[in-house]
């Protein structure tokens, strides 16, 4: 099956903006134990000069998730295979998301009490109570029943991504029919739905992710550098004048790398692209319960003063990640997504 090098690459940067963005997470008001306020520090923070926009906005990766997700599965489910059985469908998705989920989800609870039995507080300002636990075993921790983001913070975008999955193949055998002009039926309802005021997180998620099922069709008839690449960069310019607009920057950011994809020749690259890629899971999952590992573990056992604030430490903290995701995804993840396939995919 053919590979977007590019947006694997992508997909990486996108993780590392939401990891950076939730940096924070060590400051006051969102760590309890902290006497320094994120937005009094945060212009002192570690490579606060070149990171500084990433710190502010770098949420901003998570919408450019959801376009990379609905051109991934428009190359998949309406390219490569052409039947799939919601069984299928269902397994391959669940065996992918679930195992690490709900390791972190448990790991999150054991940290989270052990905070409450310390300090008899929680942490990060997630909620942790029997129903959103609830919640979150069944994968529907965002779908509209929660009062807020609960245990593993971060999960609520793959919650909501699994809702979004559920309508792509309800809606399959129509987009197969009718290809572009179902999409762009879709998205022209999306964006009308939007500035008539029918607006919710699953339809604005909704919408990038059926931009990013618009522009592999896009792509797929028009793979043009030029092409590609003047639009991406023209879309881009729009994105940015007057106020910030997300759903014309994320698409656009897409098509600039796509553009790029016929470049991607070299095997080495194509390798790296592809890890840094697989990492992209678990860096997302596993950086809250790691944050909240370090700071119990510093406030119980080391007296540092500003600790957080040391760009040794950041540089340590960031490849720490990146060698235990590593294991993860190869030890873990992996793994246990085969033994599920065969398990259930006979």
Known sequence: MKKYYSLEFLRFLSSMSVLIYHYRHFYSPLNILSADE??????????????????????????????????????VYLKIR???????????????????HFAT???VALLQLAFFANYENFQFDYIIDFYHFFLQIFFISSWGFEAGHSFNGPIWSVSVEMGIYLVFFILINLIKKYELK??????????????TGISSLFLDCARLFFSGVLIYYLILSKQNF??????????????FVGNFKTFLFCPALILFFLSFENFITKNEIKNKCITFGNWTYALY???VPFQLMIILII?????????????????????????????????????????FRKLFLK
Do not use: C, Q
């Not at 052409?82 to 690490?100: A, I, M, Q, W």
């Not at 003063?305 to 540089?315: E, K, M, S």
């Open 285 to 287: 999952l596993l950086h």
């Open 82 to 100: 052409e039947h799939t059985s919601f069984k299928e469908f269902s397994v391959n998705r669940l065996s992918r998301l679930y195992p690490l």
């Open 182 to 195: 179902f999409i762009i039926l879709i998205n022209i309802l999306l964006v009308i739905a939007d500035k």
């Open 38 to 75: 994120f937005n009094i520090v945060k212009d002192s923070l570690p490579f606060s000069r070149l990171l500084g926009i990433i710190y502010e906005y770098g949420f901003y990766g998570v919408h450019i998730f959801y376009v990379i997700s609905g051109f991934v599965f428009a190359h």
């Open 105 to 107: 989800l448990v790991i």
């Open 226 to 239: 030029i092409i590609t690449f003047s639009v991406s960069l023209i879309l881009l310019f729009f994105s």
């Open 299 to 339: 406030e119980k056992f080391f007296n540092f003063t500003n600790i957080y604030d040391n760009y040794l430490f950041f540089i340590f903290y960031f490849i720490l990640l990146f060698v235990v995701s590593n294991l993860v995804f190869n030890f873990y993840e992996k793994p246990l997504n085969r033994i």
